[in-house]
């Protein structure tokens, strides 16, 4: 690994601090607004439509231009909203604009990773980026989580006699509109690259028959089509899942906003082991051996339901987030690679942004309706987990099917 591609992931780093961060700033400002409760769930949702409506254009655009060029677009787009925020935009929508770059993010900074290296080193490359991403998450829960902490945030707000001019909630967006600046900056220096898989064609009728052309053939691809399941099975289930948490820390541990984000940082150190295991363990072509481990995952949230110890629960989820990042990492980095020869990575990686996060919005969808209708949060925890070990089990159970044929 040379220095091109620490550049690039001290970039992903950053920009995926201030993501993480972002989302608990945004929740404190809807609390600070008296937002009702299922406003939490529905804030995600607008985040993650761009990455379905735009799918079709924003692969098509990462690969007709060098990444490094997209990336540092995207991530002015992320400032764009943060400022939309802080100027009294709905948060909803001032969200939704940061959703927008992400949706572009995306197919950039993880398509330079089939361009920059090859086929041999992307497990471990992916395992550096799903380490960092990690790190960020870790972060991004315990800097978003101070930075609304109305004791601390506050009462310096006070001394610095800046609490008549501005809130806790919206001091925390300036600081993390600070951290976009600097990914944005390390955007710069990227290397560049020529671009991949050029588009023929840029006219929208074109680009939507592209993407479902390429959505097809990814989809009938064997190897293409259980990695394309299970991370899309995983991200839609693991955003659900963090909100999931915070409610489940507020009623199994009497946990307040700013505690729970910094339970859930214990999950994301147990993704980096994974993460780091399956890069060291595991090689690109025996990638679906790792599929067990998600119907293990989906046990573990069902033990969830019985943990009122602060100390058992970080356990737990320490071992949740081994398990998600040593199945994950394999297989997304084997989407890659079958997404790069099939089609070119920046169309392989909005493909599979478009089904993750459909997958992100119809369970994130359940979960509003669970809130609205009073579901218990217990019975979401037993029914999430009772989905993924089914699913795992379902997507395992036909890939050995269709090994046999």
């Not at 993407?211 to 259980?226: C, I, R």
């Not at 070119?344 to 089904?355: D, K, M, Y």
């Amino acid at each position: 690994m040379n220095r091109g591609f620490f550049t690039i992931l001290t970039a992903q780093f950053f920009s995926a601090l201030a993501d993480n961060a972002l989302l608990f700033a945004a929740i404190a400002l809807l609390m600070s607004l008296s937002a009702p409760d299922w406003h939490v769930p529905l804030l995600q949702q607008f985040f993650i439509v761009s990455y379905i409506l735009l799918a079709p254009f924003v692969g098509a655009f990462a690969d007709s231009n060098p990444k490094g060029r997209v990336m540092f677009i995207s991530n002015a787009i992320k400032v764009i909203g943060c400022i939309a925020m802080l100027a009294g935009m709905q948060p909803l929508y001032a969200y939704a604009i940061v959703g927008l770059g992400a949706a572009a993010y995306s197919p950039a900074k993880y398509g330079i990773l089939t361009e920059y290296l090859p086929p041999s080193q992307l497990v471990k490359a992916n395992s550096w980026m799903e380490g960092a991403t990690v790190l960020a998450i870790i972060l991004g829960a315990i800097v978003g989580g101070l930075l609304i902490n109305p004791k601390l945030v506050g009462a310096a707000l006070i001394d610095w006699g800046l609490a008549e001019w501005i809130s806790v909630p919206k001091f925390a967006i300036v600081i993390i509109l600070g951290l976009y600046l600097v990914a944005a900056w390390f955007n710069l220096y990227i290397p560049r690259l020529p671009p991949d898989h050029r588009t023929p064609k840029r006219n929208p009728v074109f680009l939507l028959h592209d993407f479902w052309h390429s959505f097809k053939l990814l989809w009938k691809d064997p190897l293409g089509q259980v990695s394309l399941a299970v991370t899309t099975l995983f991200w839609g289930v693991g955003a659900t899942l963090r909100l999931v948490v915070l409610a489940w820390a507020a009623f199994n541990l009497n946990f307040d906003l700013t505690q729970a984000t910094q339970l859930t940082a214990t999950s994301a150190v147990g993704v980096a082991v994974g993460a780091a295991m399956a890069g060291k363990w595991i090689r690109l072509e025996s990638s679906v051996k790792v599929l067990p481990a998600g119907i293990l995952l989906g046990l573990t949230v069902i033990a969830m339901i019985f943990v009122t110890d602060w100390r058992i629960a970080a356990v737990l989820l320490f071992f949740i987030g081994v398990l998600s990042g040593f199945f994950v990492v394999p297989l997304n980095a084997l989407l890659q690679h079958r997404g790069h020869l099939l089609m070119g990575a920046g169309h392989s990686i909005a493909i599979q942004n478009f089904n993750e996060n459909l997958g992100i919005l119809v369970l994130l969808g359940a979960y509003t309706l669970m809130v609205g209708h009073g579901v218990h949060i217990h019975w979401v925890l037993g029914l999430f987990g009772l989905f993924i070990s089914l699913a795992m089990t379902v997507i395992w159970r036909r890939h050995r099917h269709d090994q046999v044929q």
